[in-house]
């Protein structure tokens, strides 16, 4: 009698079959399901874009079947011939399995018994990597985390030909290979696997998954709750710095999925990252509903893997890239296959969101499995409509309250500003509070640098973090926010940044003229506190969208202030005067500093210092108040790189000498500029004066006064957020009252 049919008798005598079913499996059960794959059999053939996305593996796995199997000894860091070619392997392996499973053709199981049986010959007697950069060491690869990789990839392979291999096959494997690989992962390199991190998001997955296909309870809950007694200390770093375990911290699945994310989906470390982990995240979860639906690990946290689908969508620009926040590699986007399977397991397991498909349709491929059958459906039948990105305001931390991510949209993306007051983001944390970064569609206007890396480029310090990402790419220098003192942020102690976040003031884009973030830091600099604020307007007197930025500075010693703005493009116009030095050196010694050429220095305007630039055939213009005691730098990243590692990227840095101060600009988008019409437009600055009108403790107040004489006034409490709270100040002779924490016309 098979499990169906005894399924089926057991309940008739009225007997759960629940106990059961957890020792007597049908496979695959992981992410492919018998049933699914029915379902999809049925419609090949009638859903084009599924069938594409089957054409398409099939040809990359054919490839692979007739160039042959290799498995070689590791010895390469990332980029490398070994590892790209176990890197290979596993995805392949995975996308042989599914064709098995729907095409029903043995040449795919053969070739995945085939590879893991060369791999269980190996694996026996396999050392740790060669290399020894990392402070968790693999075996296929140099560190712990791309072995997770592979198990998480092998274990669908696995599950997909479970039924083809002999009984005493599926022993040889799991003894000699799958079981020990896990226990590698798990009980060998604790410091890896029983922490709050992507790498253990990947580890418990890898772990999880293989106890699944296993039916190995004891791997089943070591994935979903850590190791018990992991013999670690208190404070041990790993190579990025982050610290590895913290007093009282929780372990394994569950553990990662509640504290790294936000209530609305935001995940800590930054969307680099979230994208990375969101695939072992709803792999795992999806594995549980297919085997343990009562657990309900799909929906854990008020469906939070669903809400960090929507964050993620949230926090791209017009191309789909996604924001650099902390460690992140620009270009990164939601065409990466991670995404592919996130859109599509959010649509079919969540709400059946129309909009989710008009990404799918962009992203141009699906899952092989139900849910991207089902989004392939819903392409086809024309259900999909436009995914509305909007401004939005992202909390960070378990409970919503270590800070966040504000996103104000104007348009349709005709001016994005992304604002970070969040908590430090684990060890791939920058040291950036009040940073900001701006864009006009999908381009740059004010950049944030992202990470210094060569990700996968062998020549490139094997493709892994280079020393540069900490030397210039998390200080506080190389991002738009205040330096003080050439200090970093927290003096770039993670220990005590990790104590830390900004606190948000106001966030409100429900106005069609003007939407406003305004967030505190008052630890990043001890005896100075930071009150920036940041308004997006639309004003009829202006060809486009603008921006607004107030930093409140105040504190308990006169200090070296430095306020960098980080434009991408050339160099157009200024009012100032400045030199350019012969001999290029260094603007200081450390902290990101010593990275900076200085190739011009000049006084400031008193009143407004302007200056202007062109970026991606459009013009921009900053206007500063400034007095003639400031001073003008224009920077060129680069100093002290002999390796080139580096992009050589320019900012216009502020320095003012003073106590308690105050930074007001406007980044003003104007005009284009065609190279094939050779049209120039609006190439101007339509702003005649930027002037502070009142600053206390209890307001900060400035004009707008545009060429024309038309004049706009913005007014921002600096103590009282309250929505609710009525406001009365006088400027120039005239009263205004408002209720709310700021005031505009």
């Known amino acids: 009698m098979n499990l169906k049919k005894f399924s089926v008798t057991l309940l008739s005598i009225g007997i759960s079959i629940s106990s059961f079913a957890l020792s007597a499996k049908e496979h695959p059960n992981l992410i492919l399901t018998e049933p699914g794959v029915e379902r999809i059999r049925a419609n090949l053939g009638q859903v084009p874009l599924f069938d594409e996305s089957l054409a398409t593996i099939k040809q990359q796995v054919d490839v692979e079947i007739a160039l042959g199997i290799d498995t070689p000894i590791p010895k390469d860091f990332s980029g490398g011939y070994t590892h790209q070619r176990h890197k290979l392997n596993f995805f392949t392996a995975q996308k042989a399995g599914v064709l098995y499973q729907v095409l029903e053709d043995e040449k795919y199981a053969k070739y995945i018994r085939?590879?893991?049986?060369?791999?269980?010959?190996?694996?026996?007697?396999?050392?740790?990597?060669?290399?020894?950069?990392?402070?968790?060491?693999?075996?296929?690869?140099?560190?712990?985390?791309?072995?997770?990789?592979?198990?998480?990839?092998?274990?669908?392979?696995?599950?997909?030909?479970y039924d083809y291999l002999s009984e005493s096959e599926r022993d040889k494997l799991e003894t000699n290979l799958f079981r020990p690989f896990a226990d590698f992962l798990s009980l060998?390199?604790?410091?890896?696997?029983?922490?709050?991190?992507?790498?253990?998001?990947?580890?418990?997955?890898?772990?999880?998954?293989?106890?699944?296909?296993?039916?190995?309870?004891?791997?089943?809950?070591?994935?979903?709750?850590?190791?018990?007694?992991?013999?670690?200390?208190v404070g041990g770093k790993d190579n990025d710095g982050g610290t590895i375990k913290v007093e009282g911290q929780r372990k394994g699945f569950f553990a990662n999925l509640e504290e790294p994310f936000s209530p609305d989906g935001y995940y800590t470390e930054g969307p680099y990252y979230q994208r990375y982990a969101m695939y072992p995240f709803l792999i795992l979860a999806l594995a549980m509903e297919n085997n343990r639906p009562e657990l309900k690990v799909l929906q854990h946290k008020d469906n939070v893997l669903f809400k960090g689908v929507d964050a993620l969508?949230?926090?791209?620009?017009?191309?789909?890239?996604?924001?650099?926040?902390?460690?992140?590699?620009?270009?990164?986007?939601?065409?990466?296959?991670?995404?592919?399977?996130?859109?599509?397991?959010?649509?079919f397991y969540g709400d059946k969101n129309p909009e989710l498909l008009s990404i799918v349709e962009k992203q141009g491929q699906v899952l092989i499995d139900e849910s991207g059958l089902a989004a392939a459906i819903g392409v086809r039948d024309g259900k999909a409509k436009a995914f509305a990105k909007k401004s939005i305001n992202l909390s960070d931390g378990i409970n919503g309250k270590q800070g966040g991510i504000g996103i104000l949209r104007y348009g349709n993306e005709d001016l994005t500003l992304v604002f970070k007051y969040a908590a430090q983001g684990l060890s791939h944390g920058h040291y950036d509070k009040l940073s900001y970064s701006l864009y006009e569609k999908g381009d740059e206007v004010l950049q944030d640098y992202g990470l210094a890396r060569f990700v996968n480029i062998e020549q490139k310090g094997g493709g892994n973090y280079l020393k540069e990402n900490t030397t210039w790419a998390k200080t506080t220098i190389a991002h738009n926010t205040l330096s003080v003192n050439e200090k970093k942020h927290f003096n770039g102690s993670y220990d005590i940044a990790s104590q830390h976040h900004s606190e948000l003031?106001?966030?409100?884009?429900?106005?069609?003229?003007?939407?406003?973030?305004?967030?505190?830091?008052?630890?990043?600099?001890?005896?100075?506190?930071?009150?920036?604020?940041?308004a997006?307007?639309?004003?009829?007197?202006?060809?486009?969208?603008?921006?607004?930025?107030?930093?409140?500075?105040?504190?308990?010693?006169?200090?070296?202030?430095?306020?960098?703005?980080?434009?991408?493009?050339?160099?157009?116009?200024?009012?100032?005067a400045y030199d350019s030095p012969k001999v290029l050196r260094p603007l200081g010694e450390d902290n990101g500093y010593q990275h900076l050429f200085v190739e011009g220095k000049g006084n400031a305007v008193s009143g407004n210092s302007k200056f202007s630039w062109l970026g991606n055939g459009k013009y921009y213009t900053l206007t500063t108040v400034t007095d003639?005691?400031?001073?003008?730098?224009?920077?060129?990243?680069?100093?002290?790189?002999?390796?080139?590692?580096?992009?050589?990227?320019?900012?216009?840095?502020?320095?003012?000498?003073?106590?308690?101060?105050?930074f007001v600009s406007v980044i003003e988008p104007h005009g284009s500029y065609g190279p094939v019409t050779e049209l120039s437009q609006n190439s101007k600055s339509s702003i005649a004066e930027l002037k502070v009108v009142v600053d206390n403790d209890d307001y900060t107040g400035v004009t707008i006064t545009d060429v024309k004489g038309n004049e706009q006034l913005f007014i921002i409490s600096n103590d009282n957020a309250s929505k609710t709270a009525k406001h009365s100040v006088k400027v120039n002779g005239k009263k205004y009252k408002w209720t709310g924490p700021y005031f505009y016309q």
């Open 505 to 534: 003031f106001t966030f409100d884009a429900e106005k069609d003229n003007v939407q406003v973030v305004s967030a505190t830091e008052s630890n990043a600099y001890p005896g100075t506190s930071m009150h920036r604020t940041m």
């Open 313 to 347: 969508l949230n926090l791209s620009d017009a191309d789909g890239e996604f924001f650099p926040i902390n460690d992140g590699q620009k270009g990164m986007s939601y065409y990466t296959s991670s995404l592919v399977s996130a859109v599509n397991l959010a649509y």
């Open 188 to 233: 060998e390199n604790p410091q890896f696997f029983n922490r709050v991190h992507n790498h253990s998001t990947w580890g418990v997955t890898a772990v999880g998954m293989i106890g699944l296909v296993m039916d190995d309870e004891e791997l089943i809950q070591r994935a979903l709750y850590g190791i018990e007694d992991d013999g670690l200390e």
């Open 536 to 576: 997006m307007i639309k004003d009829e007197n202006f060809e486009k969208a603008f921006l607004l930025d107030i930093m409140r500075v105040e504190s308990d010693s006169k200090n070296q202030y430095d306020f960098p703005y980080y434009f991408m493009g050339q160099v157009l116009d200024m009012n100032f």
């Open 628 to 662: 003639n005691s400031d001073e003008l730098l224009f920077t060129r990243i680069g100093a002290n790189d002999p390796e080139f590692n580096l992009r050589r990227d320019a900012s216009l840095l502020l320095r003012r000498n003073a106590q308690d101060t105050l």
């Open 114 to 161: 085939d590879m893991l049986f060369q791999y269980e010959a190996m694996y026996k007697d396999l050392p740790l990597h060669p290399q020894e950069r990392s402070y968790a060491r693999g075996k296929l690869f140099w560190q712990c985390l791309n072995d997770s990789n592979w198990l998480v990839y092998m274990s669908q392979a696995y599950d997909a030909i």
